[in-house]
Structure formats: C-alpha cells, structure tokens
C-alpha cells in the first residue's frame, strides 16, 4: 500500500523491527512498499551473551553500521537501547549492561531506552526494568516496553502497576506485543499501544484490522518485530493495505502508521520531523571497489 489516491504516497513507519537480523533483499522491499522510518530496538542475539563487551559492539552496531546499511536505501533509521529482559536473568552480564547504558543512551538516533520489561516475571527483570526506567527519566528519553509471550496479560498488567509505582509518565511508555486480552488495559492508561504483525504467531492482519474497527487508532501502532525467526518485515504495509480493503479511513491508517511513532518518539527531542518528510532517492549503482557495501563514504543520492 502506497498510494493515498490523488494525495500522494502513504510514507509507512516500523517501529519495531530487528535489522541486524535481516538482509538487504529485505531493505529493497521496504523501501519499495513505501517504508521510509524504522526503529530498530536492542534485543538479545538468539543464544545467551557471555561478555559485556558484545553489548558495546552491538550498540555501536546499531547506532553506525545498520543506520548506515538502512540509508543506503533511502531508509531512516533511528533505534533504541537497553538490557533486553531475556538477558535481565543473565548474572554475567546484567548489571554491567546496566553501567554501560548511560555512555550510549544521548548518541544520536537513540529515541528510547528499551526493549525492557518482561520475559519470565523474574525478581531480576522487574529489579532491571526498575533502573531503566529510571535512566530513562535521566535521559529525558520515553521507554519502549517488551510485554511476555507467556501469561502476556498479567506481564502487561505488571508492568502498567510498576509504571505507576515509578511515577514514571504514562504518555511515555510505549506497551509493544500487544492482543486483544491487553490492549484495553493499555488504552485504559495513558500509554501507548504497539502491535506485532506475525506470519503465524502474535498477531495477523484481519485480528488487527478488528482491533482498529473497536478501538480507533488513538495511541495505536502496528509493526513488524521482524527477526532472524518466521518473521515479515511487509507487514507494515501489508497490514496496511488490508485495514484499506476493510473499509478502515486513509486518515486513521496514516494516523497508525506514520503519525502515531512518529509523535511518540519525537518526545526523546531527536526527531527533527523534516528530515522525515521525503525519502532519499539514493543511487544503488555506487560500489566500493567492485563492492555493494559502501565503506564509509555516503550513498549516492540522485539528482
């Protein structure tokens, strides 16, 4: 879905999606489905990290290398940091993450401090989404917010009490990973409301679609989560493009998936929303060497 008939082309935004994990066949189809923005959360890398230096190289990863490799197909890339809570369990490297975090967390393009939250309701994951959240607050930064894949409502409902109980700002935190089951808590409170468009778990497209009709698209956005498992990085616009087909108002799809991220993360004070207002068309034939990977140099734009 690209079109918003003779108002021109609908700009998509992925607020959620793992870049390290995919290939540049996947950037080459974003951009040709209209995504121009995606933010990339700090996540953990499929097996368990043993040094805290491999969380060092992956932010410097994520706040270089994948900004560059998205703008080499006219894709702005922005990201957020944090000890994921998967690794909040980890003794080896938890706390030290934790101590790394605020050298990082004023780089530019960081927009949030996350993924945080919960993975197994653990002691250690409540304890370390405590002290992001407070570096948050540091920071001046929102938060964006993992809710568990198992017993998903009563991780969400933990983590609104805790929210409350840090008095950290409601309008600030972003609920991602959300069902039919939360979603109604979330909108109850002054969060916001993220939604992982799955190919087979999580949520699908029709589900979503049902979600938008009952609730509207205030303080609701869809992504893509899209990882190294059975995962689509066009389910933005696929999701889109249905919500089209199901009657849903250009100015409410538009609303979900452009102006709703881009209004929650504009209140890091990062987002300079004029560098948003047109992709850059850049020229793929520029080569290192013979080589499709630039080193260094920045994309060729065309004239």
């Not at 879905?1 to 080459?28: C, N, V, W």
């Not at 491999?54 to 006219?74: N, P, V």
């Not at 996350?114 to 370390?128: L, S």
């Not at 109980?165 to 972003?174: A, K, N, T």
């Amino acid at each position: 879905m690209k079109r918003r008939d003779a108002e021109g082309p609908l700009k998509l935004f992925d607020p959620h999606i793992h870049m390290t994990s995919r290939t540049t066949d996947d950037y080459q189809a974003m951009a040709a489905a209209g995504v121009v923005a995606i933010l990339e959360p700090a996540f953990w890398l499929g097996q368990p990290r043993t040094h805290v230096g491999t969380f060092e190289d992956y932010f410097t990863s994520l706040l270089g290398w994948e900004r560059f490799r998205a703008s080499q197909f006219g894709i702005r890339h922005l990201c957020t940091l944090g000890l994921n809570p998967k690794e909040a369990n980890n003794p080896r490297v938890a706390q030290g993450v934790i101590e790394l975090l605020p050298r990082y967390l004023d780089k530019e393009g960081v927009v949030a401090v996350g993924e945080i939250g919960f993975d197994d309701m653990t002691p250690e994951e409540e304890k370390y989404f405590a002290q992001q959240v407070e570096l948050a607050r540091d920071h001046d930064l929102p938060i964006l917010v993992h809710t568990p894949h198992r017993d998903k409502k009563r991780g969400t409902e933990r983590t609104l009490a805790l929210v409350r109980e840090l008095r950290f700002p409601e309008e600030r935190v972003l609920i991602d990973h959300n069902n039919e089951e939360t979603l109604p808590l979330v909108l109850a409170t002054g969060c916001w409301a993220g939604h992982s468009i799955y190919p087979n778990t999580k949520m699908d497209e029709d589900r979503m679609v049902a979600l938008v009709k009952t609730y509207g698209a205030e303080r609701i956005l869809i992504n893509s989560a899209a990882d190294w498992g059975v995962s689509d990085p066009l389910k933005v616009p696929k999701t889109a493009a249905r919500m089209r087909e199901n009657g849903i108002a250009d100015k409410a799809i538009e609303q979900i998936v452009w102006k709703n991220p881009l209004a929650f993360f504009s209140q890091s004070g990062r987002l300079d929303l004029a560098e948003f207002g047109e992709a850059p068309a850049v020229d793929q034939r520029a080569l290192f060497e013979g080589n499709s990977v630039l080193r260094g140099q920045a994309p060729v734009v065309k004239g």
